[in-house]
């Protein structure tokens, strides 16, 4: 079973960082790929990023790219999103995922595994 549990995410002013992270348990998250969702009020979840397995491509969507980094650590069977110069559109739940393969932020929907339990991401004065 690919159980993941997120932390992070809070309350933070426009152009502020944060940084999400999401914790594997029952499996070595190096041999998956990894994704990055959102899901802002009203509208549907969307992917952010993703990674493939031991690391060889990442994608990023339009709005995110350049502030946003996703990441793991093999060791601590962790994954990561840091995020910069956060703007209140980025304000939504995010979801880290396992995925089937990173190939298009467009398609990433479709590979995912298994489901974080999200985490609010408010950015606002």
């Known amino acids: 079973q690919l159980q993941l549990v997120q932390s992070g995410g809070g309350l933070v002013q426009p152009g502020g960082s944060l940084r999400l992270s999401c914790v594997a348990s029952?499996?070595?998250?190096?041999?998956?790929?990894i994704g990055w969702f959102r899901q802002a009020p009203g509208k549907e979840r969307e992917g952010v990023s993703c990674l493939s397995s031991r690391g060889g491509r990442t994608d990023y969507s339009d709005s995110v790219k350049g502030r946003f980094t996703i990441s793991r650590d093999g060791a601590k069977n962790m994954m990561y999103l840091q995020m910069n110069i956060l703007e209140p559109e980025d304000t939504a739940i995010y979801y880290c995922a396992v995925l089937q393969a990173c190939n298009t932020i467009a398609s990433m929907r479709f590979a995912v595994r298994s489901w974080g339990q999200g985490t609010q991401v408010t950015v606002s004065t």
């Open positions: 029952g499996f070595p998250l190096d041999d998956y790929a």
